[in-house]
């Protein structure tokens, strides 16, 4: 069983910066992606950004590109997002997701494990 917890939310104004973690415990595999979605009241859970399980590729959702970055740090079972140029459409929570013998996980239903989530708030 692999869980995952988020850390790094909060509230921020517009045009500014914030970094968040998602350390994972368990045996994720050497072929799991990790990714971040969000969800905005009344909205669907959207994709925001994922990483293949070496890191050497990474994926963006058209929103979020040349603003966000994704990185991870196996060693310590940990994936980032630095988030910058923050916008109040930005502000949902944000959720980690695992997703077994994936390349990208970029999809809701591709996920195995998803963390409790983490509130970001941008103000105007």
């Known amino acids: 069983q692999v869980q995952l917890v988020e850390s790094g939310g909060g509230l921020v104004q517009a045009g500014g910066s914030l970094e968040l973690s998602c350390a994972a415990s368990?045996?994720?595999?050497?072929?799991?992606?990790m990714g971040w979605f969000r969800q905005a009241p009344g909205k669907e859970r959207e994709f925001v950004a994922s990483i293949n399980w070496s890191g050497s590729n990474t994926y963006y959702a058209d929103s979020v590109k040349g603003r966000f970055a994704i990185s991870r740090y196996n060693a310590k079972n940990t994936v980032y997002l630095r988030m910058n140029s923050l916008k109040p459409e930005d502000t949902a929570v944000y959720y980690c997701?695992?997703?077994?013998?994936?390349?990208?996980?970029?999809?809701?239903?591709?996920?195995?494990?998803w963390g409790k989530g983490t509130q970001d708030t941008v103000s105007s």
């Open positions: 997701a695992a997703a077994v013998g994936m390349v990208s996980g970029d999809s809701p239903a591709e996920n195995d494990y």
């Open positions: 368990g045996r994720t595999g050497s072929s799991t992606a």
